[in-house]
């Protein structure tokens, strides 16, 4: 049921991982924030977009040029996500759940007062 409603909400928002998978795994499922944030990792490894890229390409809402994008943002989360999790597991659980706490917020602030 996460991997669905984290789906529908990817294809919505382009959100999945961080604020569907991470805090069901913390909240609901009881797992410690290093191992929410390697299981939603784990999830997609796979090319879990793919189908809901073809559709936004098929309806006309995104071009060739906008794929490119997101081929070069991609690279970087190639990259980032190693400097992340090195970072990340250097933290204790609770520092680490308590700085996801905190960025989840700020992202809601800015989304709702723009």
Do not use: C, D
Not at 53 to 76: D, M, Q
């Amino acid at each position: 049921m996460t991997g669905i409603a984290a789906g529908i909400l990817s294809g919505m928002f382009g959100i999945g991982g961080g604020l569907i998978i991470v805090p069901v795994l913390v909240l609901v499922m009881g797992f410690p924030q290093h191992t929410a944030n390697a299981t939603s990792l784990i999830a997609l490894l796979l090319p879990v977009g793919l189908l809901g890229v073809l559709e936004y390409y098929r309806a006309g809402k995104i071009s060739s040029e906008h794929i490119w994008f997101g081929i070069i943002i991609a690279a970087g989360l190639f990259l980032g996500a190693l400097f992340g999790a090195k970072i990340a597991t250097s933290m204790t659980n609770e520092l680490l759940r308590k700085f996801f706490a905190v960025f989840i917020g700020i992202v809601a602030v800015r989304i709702w007062l723009q």
